[in-house]
């Protein structure tokens, strides 16, 4: 392909995905008279058509050249070749229009913080969950922009944050940051927060009660900031955030909704600094994301 045709492909794909981030943003507001984009559609051709090692970053390239990873009995995710034929059509637009429970009207900056703030205190006090309240060192609220667009859900504390009482410190944490730079973006303009406020001891999953005593501390939190995006960093917040039970490898790959929000699912840092190969996956959702806002990683 001569490079004047590429530059012609890369900018037809730019056109696309802008097209489409454009037309779901005036549906959001009420003007309905124009087709919506399907962002799935436009993810496949960017992909066959831009998949070019210079447009990646040094660490992305790092992320996207590992193998495909295969199932295994740890939860390790399925191929996408096995994903998807499950994978269902597009019809986000119209979820999103006719989501039953929408956020309630965005507060002004200054209240959010007054909000949240309010809320944090709250959280520190919480004794819901005994088995947490005995171990925890402190509660790990979240950090972050409150009128980010995207924000970033784990799963909960684990040692490093019950020591400094902040999500995603560590080696996983350097991990996400580094993924949320990929995505040409600074910590601090997401949100980042997790299922629960309290480490669980040895790092076991939060049980069935602790994430649902813990459920309304995060809806609220959500509702406060009004995402655009979520990203699901690892099955347990997938599972919680989207009441389902598939597993990561199937649910990932295309969007998801939460009341207004969409939301990708992806693998968690920690899962991935133990498979490295699933970065790969892990850089494509985190580019069908950014193409989701026109922007070409
Ligand atoms: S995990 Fe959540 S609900 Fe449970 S004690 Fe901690 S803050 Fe309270």
Redesign the pocket.
């Known amino acids: 392909m001569s490079h004047e045709t590429e530059s012609h492909l890369l900018s037809l794909s730019e056109a696309i995905a802008g097209l489409s981030a454009t037309t779901q943003q005036l549906h959001r507001l009420g003007i309905e008279f124009l087709p919506v984009g399907d962002p799935e559609a436009g993810k496949v051709w960017l992909h066959e058509h831009t998949q070019r090692p210079e447009l990646i970053s040094p660490d992305s390239r790092t992320m996207a050249s590992g193998p495909r990873p295969s199932s295994s009995a740890t939860g390790a995710p399925p191929s996408v070749e096995s994903a998807s034929p499950n994978r269902e059509p597009s019809s986000l637009g119209s979820e999103l229009l006719e989501s039953s429970n929408p956020y309630p009207e965005a507060l002004p900056l200054a209240d959010r913080q007054r909000r949240m703030c309010r809320l944090a205190a709250e959280?520190a006090g919480?004794?819901?969950?005994?088995g947490?309240?005995q171990s925890?060192t402190q509660?790990v609220f979240g950090e972050g922009d409150l009128a980010a667009k995207v924000c970033f859900f784990g799963e909960?504390p684990g040692a490093d944050e019950d020591r400094q009482g902040r999500p995603f410190v560590g080696r996983s944490g350097e991990l996400l940051t580094r993924m949320i730079q990929a995505c040409r973006l600074a910590r601090e303009e997401v949100y980042i927060l997790n299922t629960?406020?309290?480490r669980p001891p040895h790092n076991r999953n939060?049980d069935r009660d602790?994430l649902g005593?813990?459920r309304h501390?995060f809806e609220t939190q959500l509702e406060l900031i009004h995402p655009e995006y979520i990203v699901c960093l690892g099955a347990v917040a997938a599972h919680t955030l989207l009441n389902s039970k598939a597993s990561v490898g199937q649910l990932r790959g295309r969007f998801h909704v939460y009341r207004n929000s969409k939301v990708v699912v992806t693998y968690h840092p920690s899962y991935l600094l133990r498979e490295p190969k699933a970065k790969r996956f892990a850089w494509d959702d985190l580019r069908m994301l950014m193409a989701d806002q026109g922007v070409i990683l």
Request: hydrophobic fraction near 35%; charged fraction near 15%.
């Open positions: 959280v919480c004794t819901a969950c005994p947490l309240v925890r509660t909960a629960v406020k309290c939060p602790e005593n813990c501390f």
